[in-house]
């Protein structure tokens, strides 16, 4: 009866990790906590850990960027503003708890975008 129960119990920690593993708590960690408390109080840790961002949705502002870059490259103006204004949002939200270099790098394009935005800005006053 003892080996039924903690492969029961070994079971379902699996299944907890597997739940973890889309996570930011990962499959290792949510497994930890299931098999060390218990399957269900892991489980609760796991579903309360942030859900992981896609590397689609991480890096959306990318996105945004290469749209911006070919709206411009076609003389298309005001709509490289457009894309340029909403890739600087996703730049400014998107982000949390970076470490330094990151977040210096990611300083560092979001002045550079705003300087862009400027320049195309000027350049369609200067045709109005």
Known sequence: MDIFIFILWLGLALLVGVVGKDRKIGFGMALL????????IGLVIALLSEKKKS???????????????????????SEAI???MDCLYHLENDYSNLDKITEEHRQKKIKDIKAKIEVLKNKVQQVS
């Open 33 to 40: 906590w299931a098999v060390l408390l218990s399957p269900l």
């Open 55 to 77: 590397e689609q949705e991480a890096n959306k502002f990318i996105y945004y960027l290469e749209l911006a870059k070919k709206a411009e490259f076609k003389g298309k103006i």
């Open 82 to 84: 457009d894309y340029y």
